[in-house]
């Protein structure tokens, strides 16, 4: 009997993974220049962590950790976020001793228990990025434009990064306070999970999906409409930095993030080619998440990029992935060339070349399929006449000739590349 995988829980293949590394190589040599050091955090962390920072009344924490009890008793879940395991880690290790300011990138699978659908699975994965130690707008702008920098080097032609202000412990409660009022006075109008929620949650007013939700919003309370001094000069502040640098931002007023523990400057990016779960990436401030977590008064702001939904995006855009394919593709031809091919195959792998070698006897006619399909350029066809002379054929498929005899059999890999670039250029000439 077959064993299935379980829903939400997908592979990737050996085809899909190219774009994968793609993006995670291109972000590593973006994050490199902004001097981020990567940091590789576990799986599986305490469920307190999450329930302390992403909030209690969180559709994460609410029902969608995959928490379980561990034999010794703790109460343990797979990670639903990265940016509580940073913080985790960054308290446990004292990096502010040894650093004033600490920016730290990953890559890695995070887990949801949400309804699947596309570009939504309960394993995906992150690429995320952390910055302890500033508070000042310079950093919140320094940020964006390096969430900015990502897009483009990933080549996302729809990235549309919105940005709105979440305000701070001064003038968050007087919105709060405002949102309520609001939503009582129109409590019978909002979904059922709003008119729960309005008290102890009211934020999540402001997200809700359903559609008696939206069309109400326009007459929401803003939280720009009531921040305080120091919150709005920071929101301009940042606003202004990225509008010098060229960086364009949405302003989305009733944008809020899912997770408790934002605040100030808040950011989301969409892109095309998703559909209803258009939103590609995420971030915020969250100034006082590290000492809610036992750290020392540390601000923090970070964002989270989902690989699963980027590549669907890429996708959907038709962007071209880097396809590794082997420089020679080596078909042997009856036993002794079998032999032969062999050790050929293994010298020019030890040379640094990617190379494909067929066996079992098959025709040259299926051999040159099999090449053709992996796009290799080289064909090295080794017959019985190659073998009894000691040299190689090699079959040049974009110049679509043949090199009969182009090297001898224990040819080392630079002398048949140069062997090859010597045939082609004669030919050229000619
Ligand atoms: P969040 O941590 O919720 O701010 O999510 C940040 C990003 O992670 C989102 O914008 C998505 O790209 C990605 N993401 C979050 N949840 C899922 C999921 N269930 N499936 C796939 N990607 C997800």
Not at 67 to 76: I, P
Not at 201 to 209: A, H, Y
Request: charged fraction near 25%.
């Amino acid at each position: 009997m077959k064993i299935p995988s379980v829903k939400g829980f997908h592979d990737v293949l050996p085809g899909e993974s190219a774009r994968w590394s793609q993006l995670e190589s291109t972000a590593r040599a973006v994050f490199d220049r902004y001097n981020f050091g990567e940091i590789r955090l576990p799986i599986v962390e305490r469920a307190d962590l999450f329930r302390r920072s992403v909030g209690e009344t969180s559709d994460i924490v609410e029902k969608e950790m995959y928490a379980f009890t561990d034999r010794d008793g703790t109460d343990l879940t797979l990670r639903p976020e990265g940016t509580a395991s940073a913080v985790r880690s960054y308290v446990e290790h004292a990096m502010q001793a040894s650093e004033p300011v600490t920016k730290m990138y990953y890559f890695g699978p995070m887990f949801r228990r949400e309804r699947p659908q596309k570009g939504r699975l309960r394993q995906f994965s992150q690429i995320g990025a952390e910055v302890f130690g500033r508070d000042d707008p310079a950093i919140d702008a320094e940020v964006l434009l390096l969430l900015d920098d990502l897009l483009h080097a990933f080549g996302v032609e729809s990235g549309e990064i919105g940005v709105n202000t979440l305000g701070c412990v001064e003038c968050r409660p007087g919105f709060r306070a405002a949102l309520v009022a609001w939503g009582e006075s129109r409590r019978e109008e909002l979904c059922a999970d709003c008119q729960r929620r309005l008290q102890q949650n009211p934020l999540r007013l402001l997200d809700c999906k359903q559609k008696q939700c939206v069309a109400l919003r326009p007459e929401a309370p803003k939280m720009t409409d009531h921040t305080c001094a120091a919150c709005r000069e920071h929101f301009d502040r940042v606003l202004e930095l990225c509008a010098v640098e060229g960086v364009e931002l949405v302003l989305q007023p009733y944008m809020v993030r899912g997770l408790d523990y934002y605040c100030r400057t808040a950011f989301e990016v969409v892109a095309q080619g998703l559909g209803s779960q258009n939103a590609v990436g995420g971030g915020g401030r969250y100034d006082g998440l590290v000492r809610s977590l036992g750290g020392p008064a540390v601000a923090g702001i970070g964002f989270a990029l989902g690989v699963e939904r980027l590549a669907l995006v890429l996708e959907a855009q038709g962007a071209e992935v880097d396809k590794a394919k082997p420089e020679f593709f080596v078909a042997p031809l009856g036993a002794a060339a079998e032999a032969a091919a062999f050790s050929l195959t293994h010298r020019f792998r030890a040379g640094g070349a990617r190379v494909e070698m067929d066996s079992g006897g098959k025709s040259l006619k299926s051999q040159m399929r099999r090449a053709g399909k992996l796009d290799a350029p080289y064909v090295i066809i080794l017959g019985e006449d190659e073998v009894a002379e000691g040299v190689m054929t090699v079959r040049d498929m974009r110049a679509r000739a043949d090199r009969r005899g182009v090297a001898p059999l224990d040819a080392d890999l630079a002398t048949l590349r140069a062997a090859l670039a010597s045939a082609a250029s004669v030919e050229e000439r000619a």
